[in-house]
């Protein structure tokens, strides 16, 4: 994982975070860093050059245009045979179409041993079945993995697990998909958005069946949902006011 920072400093607000296989662009540099633009969801922020490898264009246009696996597994290693090291990777990194747990990426070959699949499914069951993967994950700003995620870098996340594209920050995700008029017409998988005093929309969580909401809020947790918002059992008050729900699907 590397981190995706709004200003070109070490010690900057991580906004993001890049996983193995993700796509950018590189549209600006300052010093030792590059301002970024990812491939999956536009998104802009800085890294440092470090941090990740240039392609060249050719290489760039096959990954780009080649569908990809997405990696299950908690945690895994993939193997570098070009350059005889391993990478870690965390769930939800991408692959690039393997043959035979090998793939090549520019002209380096890589090895995978883990599990990975193809996502194209679009079941709700599938998306409330990759969301309980991430249960109990802590909660970290910008994060984007089972070991610190925030609320939109969750649902992303798990949407991308079941290859569906969703924007980065909980206010892009409200633009997407359809409305649904009342909580009691939401099916599990839907995506649930929540508002501040100001009216922004500030977090997203995913609807469950028996008005149960999955959601990241000091980790990822399931807490209960009505026509007011989220419910907390612990706390025994509100503690997310909705706004709206979305059908992605």
């Given amino acids: 994982m590397v981190a995706l920072r709004k200003e070109p400093s070490d010690k900057a607000e991580m906004i993001n975070q890049l996983l193995f296989g993700e796509l950018l662009v590189v549209i600006g540099f300052y010093k030792q860093w590059a301002k970024v633009r990812l491939v999956y969801d536009n998104y802009e922020g800085w890294i440092d050059q470090k941090q990740f490898r240039p392609l060249s264009e050719s290489a760039f246009t ?39 747990h090998a793939f090549y990426i520019d002209n380096e070959q890589f090895s995978y041993e883990g599990l990975a699949v193809m996502p194209c499914s679009d079941s709700y069951k599938d998306i409330v079945k990759n969301a309980m993967l991430y249960l109990h994950s802590p909660y970290l700003w910008g994060g984007r993995s089972p070991f610190g995620i925030d609320c939109s870098g969750f649902t992303q996340m798990v949407y991308k697990l079941s290859g569906i594209k969703l924007l980065r920050d909980a206010s892009q995700q409200a633009t997407q998909g359809e409305a649904v008029g009342f909580i009691s017409e939401a099916n599990p998988g839907d995506l649930a958005f929540f508002d501040n005093d100001e009216e922004q929309i500030i977090h997203v969580g995913i609807i469950l069946k028996n008005n149960r909401i999955i959601h990241a809020s000091g980790k990822v947790r399931i807490d209960t949902i009505d026509h007011q918002g989220i419910f907390d059992n612990t706390s025994r008050k509100y503690t997310h006011k909705l706004r709206l729900i979305k059908k992605i699907i």
């Fill in 62 to 100: 096959l990954l780009n245009n080649s569908p990809s696996l997405v990696t299950i597994d908690l945690v895994q290693l993939v193997a570098n045979l070009s350059e005889n090291s391993f990478i870690p990777l965390v769930m939800g990194s991408s692959l690039p179409e393997m043959v035979n």
